[in-house]
């Protein structure tokens, strides 16, 4: 059973575009959110997370938005660059630790 | 501050053989859980272990087991290798209490 649902599978965005990536989870103990970037042959790297007691958080260019009813939480990235072009997931953890991921989105930005 | 390390970078395996991952977390993190990571998919929980005990444990089978020893650093073993084993494992640390994970690079398992 998939308890965290990550979509969509890849993206193409123009440079200077929103790249946008949706997760919907369905354990409502999840209590954590991490959002991962994960560039070929590396691990993952935290970008930025959220708990459920907020409903967005921006870290610079990246910005968390989250809807604790509808079991939904989604990344936005502002002025996507070709930098950001790599495989991003979507996490949910209920203790520290252990974390559940999404499948991943492939994101290309050309430039 | 050295982060996460893994040994080695890449491995070549036979099927029914077993194998042994390294891992040495962030400095001052305590707490070690290892995900493997298929490819195309995203990482999957395999155990954590926290002074020295396996604290959580995912949906894999008893041929995955694991060690931590009192400098933190983390093993993982996995008996009678099958080939859907072939994956990238992921080792990461954190400190007791906090959800903040540091992912290593990974080690790239092969088994033919």
């Known amino acids: 059973q998939q308890q965290v649902k990550q979509s969509p599978q890849s993206l193409i965005v123009q440079k200077g575009g929103i790249s946008i990536i949706n997760c919907a989870y369905e354990?409502?103990?999840?209590?954590?959110f991490p959002w991962y970037q994960q560039f070929p042959g590396k691990g993952p790297a935290l970008l930025i997370a959220?708990?459920?007691?907020?409903s967005e958080k921006k870290e610079g260019r990246f910005t968390i938005s989250f809807n604790k009813s509808a079991k939904q939480f989604s990344l936005h990235i502002m002025d996507s660059q070709p930098g950001d072009s790599a495989t991003y997931f979507c996490?949910?953890?209920?203790?520290?630790?252990?974390?559940?991921f999404g499948d991943g989105t492939t994101l290309t930005v050309k430039p | 501050d050295a982060g996460v390390t893994q040994s080695p970078t890449h491995l070549i395996k036979t099927r029914g053989q077993q194998v042994t991952l390294r891992c040495s977390p962030k400095?001052?993190?305590?707490?070690v859980s290892w995900y493997q990571q298929a490819l195309g998919q995203g990482p999957q929980f395999i155990f954590q272990?926290?002074?020295?005990?396996?604290?959580q444990r995912g949906n894999f089978p008893d041929r995955f087991s694991g060690h931590q020893f009192p400098n933190y650093s983390s093993e993982l073993n996995v008996n009678a290798l099958l080939l859907g084993d072939s994956a990238l494992y992921l080792c990461?640390?954190?400190?007791?209490?906090?959800?903040?994970?540091?992912f290593g690079p990974g080690t790239r398992l092969l088994v033919l």
């Open positions: 990461a640390s954190s400190l007791e209490g906090d959800e903040t994970q540091y």
């Open positions: 354990n409502t103990a999840f209590d954590y």
């Open positions: 959220i708990r459920p007691d907020v």
């Open positions: 996490a949910a953890s209920t203790n520290a630790g252990k974390s559940t």
């Open positions: 400095s001052g993190h305590d707490t």
């Open positions: 272990y926290y002074e020295e005990e396996e604290r």
